[in-house]
């Protein structure tokens, strides 16, 4: 009689056991699970460290369409004149930013900028995305003020 | 007949309804802070005003900058009532025309959004030669140290002494061996950072002198320490 329900009772954890195995190995999660492929997409490794850029090399990105620059200015100024679809992550409001952060693209160069010379608010930045996975994002320091004073393209609005 | 008088009516209330609302003034667009010495903190001042006939809600008053304070005014001015911003304006590192603003969002339907501009001229007596006053000394490995000599030109017309040179931070230092700066003279003082962890840092190197129009020269330094390998 006992030797009976402790057979059974063994058969029925050897089959939840393997239930369990093959579910993890199947949806990808658990102890048993397959190990993923890395996607470069979103891998956390972090790359070179921030590096500055002058206005000629940040143009000629622009121009060819190879970064994304992220304005490290509080958005009223944001609204008032930014350089041409850049994204507006104000430093102060960081943490709060998560889908912006997200949506930074990878495969392209990040290029922060605020101000100008006399702000930090873009080293900042760079500081606080490299140290979230964000490698090879290039600071300038010239920022808005020197865009400007060179009549290159901006636009307005939130 | 009544009709008439309904459509007058509702015309009315539409005209009063549209007309009813809070309108932000302000008494000027611009606040010139005139011609001052780096390191120097200027006030000046913006006068608000409701001239609407609704209660106006002042939502933020920001500053572009963390080079300008400002003093939060009323939340809420009632029709014809003012307040005053106070704003102060630290010339720190900064060097030339300076241009700020003062960003003010308010319940204003017609203009939500008004930019208070903030312009100065600010001189200076020790000029750096690198013309800014902040310095990026790039990626860095913990516990190496980095040396960079910063060069300044005396452009008053007389000596001025060096006193002493402090920093904000542990791991950012400044040094020099002259005692005084002659007119067109440089001042050479050499920075050092040494970070024991890795992550940003920055820290301000003052250099006091005997100057009475820029008693102290400040330079924010900057920088990132990286762990070997990173």
């Given at each position: ?42 891998s956390?490794t972090v790359g070179p460290a921030p590096t500055p850029i ?52 990878r495969?392209?160069t990040i290029i ?14 760079a500081a606080?995305l490299y140290e979230?996975g964000f490698g090879g994002i290039r600071i ?19 | ?137 790039g990626n860095i490995r ?82 990132i320490?990286q762990k070997?390998g990173q």
């Open positions: 009689m006992y030797k009976h329900a402790a057979r059974e009772s063994g058969l029925i954890l050897c089959a939840a056991v393997l239930l369990g195995f093959t579910y993890t190995f199947f949806s990808g999660k658990g102890f048993f699970a397959r190990s993923r492929p890395i996607d470069s997409t979103e956390s002058n206005l000629p090399d940040a143009k000629a990105l622009f121009d060819t369409d190879a970064a994304v620059f992220v304005d490290a200015r509080h958005y009223f100024d944001f609204r008032r004149g930014h350089i041409k679809s850049a994204l507006n992550i104000p430093l102060s409001e960081f943490d709060s930013r998560q889908t912006s952060i997200d949506s930074l693209p495969n392209k922060v900028y605020c101000d100008g010379s006399e702000c930090n608010s873009s080293i900042e930045l606080k979230i300038f320091f010239g920022g808005w003020e020197d865009w400007i004073a060179n009549k290159f393209p901006t636009e307005s609005g939130p | 007949m009544k009709n008439i008088l309904g459509f007058i009516v509702l015309s009315l209330l539409l005209i009063a309804s549209t007309k009813a609302q809070p309108k932000l003034a302000v008494d000027s667009l611009t606040i010139d802070l005139g011609t001052i010495y780096s390191g120097q903190v200027k006030t000046g001042r913006i006068k608000l005003k409701n001239i609407g006939n609704q209660p106006l809600k002042i939502l933020h008053v920001q500053p572009s900058c963390g080079c300008t304070t400002v003093r939060q005014p009323k939340g809420e001015l009632q029709p014809n009532e003012s307040d005053e911003v106070e704003v102060s304006f630290n010339s720190s590192l900064y060097r030339g025309p300076v241009e700020k603003f003062v960003n003010i969002e308010t319940n204003d339907p017609l203009s939500q959004y008004v930019a208070v501009k903030l312009i100065a001229n600010v001189k200076d007596e020790l000029a750096p030669t690198s013309s800014s006053y902040s310095i990026w000394l913990v516990g190496k140290k980095v040396e960079q000599p910063i060069t300044f030109t005396n452009v008053c017309g007389r000596t001025i002494a060096i006193r002493s040179i402090t920093s904000t931070s542990p791991h950012i230092s400044g040094e020099t061996d002259q005692k005084r700066v002659d007119p067109s003279d440089t001042l050479t003082v050499v920075l050092t950072a040494l970070p024991d962890k890795a992550g940003y840092e920055t820290g301000t190197v003052s250099i006091q002198t005997d100057s009475k129009n820029q008693p102290t020269v400040d330079l924010k330094v900057y920088f320490a070997e």
